[in-house]
């Protein structure tokens, strides 16, 4: 994951600035085949206008991510994306309840409970990625493969407050918010991308940001009112 979850403070700000300037230096200096260009990064806080009143909400489940030219095929240095990422079951939850993940990886679903679960994919009818339903035995795991950028909610049919989503994304430049809504990409090839902000009770806020080469940009991004 090409992201770093950290906590600030005023009093630290300009020492994890210049912490991250360092790591642009090493991730330009560990592969010099790839690029000639020095690779910049982004730095931000995620914020919600409205705090709605469902339970299910959690600020953290955020997920930030670029898209843009060249972004896809980038070697992503410093963080190298798992290939394989995993849905847990455990107390009649989806653990974890957002899972980011690069398209072509794959996704290892395993049952933890003592109890027979299913696993029911819906993607909104956009058929981009093949939908599945199938029941999961107590311990069993099986993996499946996301090939395109999507959106897949996650249920189980026989356990109703077991929901889940995963986002299949292009590229490994993508993170989460820690606790204070701060976020951090690093890595980045210098240009000028579209960073995004999805919430599964908000929906997707976006702007465009320039990434120069050995600097760190800083963008906010501020969810409005929740979907309906």
Not at 4 to 16: A, D, H, M, N, V
Not at 194 to 200: K, Q, R, S
């Amino acid at each position: 994951m090409a992201g770093i979850r950290y906590k600030t403070g005023r009093k630290t700000l300009s020492l994890l600035l210049m912490g991250l300037a360092g790591l642009l230096f090493l991730v330009a200096a560990r592969r010099p085949e790839a690029d000639d260009r020095q690779t910049g990064g982004i730095v931000g806080r995620i914020t919600y206008a409205t705090v709605p009143p469902d339970e299910s909400f959690e600020p953290t489940d955020a997920v930030v991510y670029l898209t843009g030219e060249g972004l896809d095929d980038a070697p992503g240095v410093v963080q190298a994306e798992p290939r394989v990422s995993l849905l847990n079951q455990i107390d009649y939850t989806f653990v974890p309840r957002v899972l980011p993940v690069v398209a072509g990886a794959e996704v290892r679903f395993h049952n933890g409970d003592s109890e027979l679960h299913n696993i029911h994919t819906f993607d909104g009818g956009r058929r981009v990625n093949r939908m599945f339903n199938r029941s999961q035995l107590p311990g069993s795991t099986f993996t499946r493969t996301f090939q395109e950028p999507d959106s897949i909610l996650v249920r189980c049919d026989l356990h109703s407050q077991m929901i889940a989503h995963i986002l299949v994304l292009p590229n490994v430049f993508h993170t989460m918010p820690g606790d204070d809504g701060s976020y951090s990409v690093v890595g980045v090839p210098p240009g000028r991308y579209e960073i995004t902000a999805w919430h599964e009770l908000f929906g997707r806020v976006s702007v465009t940001v320039d990434v120069a080469s050995g600097e760190i940009t800083a963008v906010d991004l501020t969810f409005s009112d929740p979907l309906e």
